[in-house]
């Protein structure tokens, strides 16, 4: 399974950004799609999740602010972020959780997790 994220980009605190992503492939379940971040330096924390039943969690520092929802194409995920802050630039990337597809060689593969590519978040002051 591959997962392609975008929306990412330069914005001036109190802005908003709105990121996507979608998951590709012969995609048989996915338990939940959902964003983590990492900052310079720090730890990948996670950010906001949304299970296949409409469960969403999210991290204290992004509550009230941020919002997951799922795209109208199965396997997507947005998540709007407003009210940004110079702390909230990072790394921002889409994570699907215990997905189950089939592989290119025709068997069915199910993994603990699937990463997609980082997409740039930068908050200015």
């Known amino acids: 399974v591959q997962l392609q994220a975008s929306g990412g980009g330069l914005v001036q605190a109190g802005g908003s950004l709105r990121l996507s992503c979608a998951a590709s492939?012969?995609?048989?379940?996915?338990?939940?799609l959902g964003w983590y971040r990492q900052a310079p330096g720090k730890q990948r924390e996670l950010v906001a999740t949304i299970t296949s039943g409409g469960t969403m969690n999210y991290a204290d520092s992004v509550k009230g602010r941020f919002t997951i929802s799922r795209g109208n194409a199965k396997n997507s995920v947005h998540l709007q972020m407003n009210s940004l802050k110079p702390e909230d630039t990072a790394v921002y990337y889409c994570?699907?959780?215990?997905?189950?597809?089939?592989?290119?060689?025709?068997?069915?593969?199910?993994?603990?997790?699937?990463w997609g590519e980082g997409t740039q978040v930068t908050v200015s002051s």
């Open positions: 492939g012969i995609i048989y379940n996915i338990n939940a």
């Open positions: 994570v699907a959780d215990q997905p189950t597809y089939l592989s290119a060689s025709g068997s069915v593969v199910a993994e603990r997790d699937a």
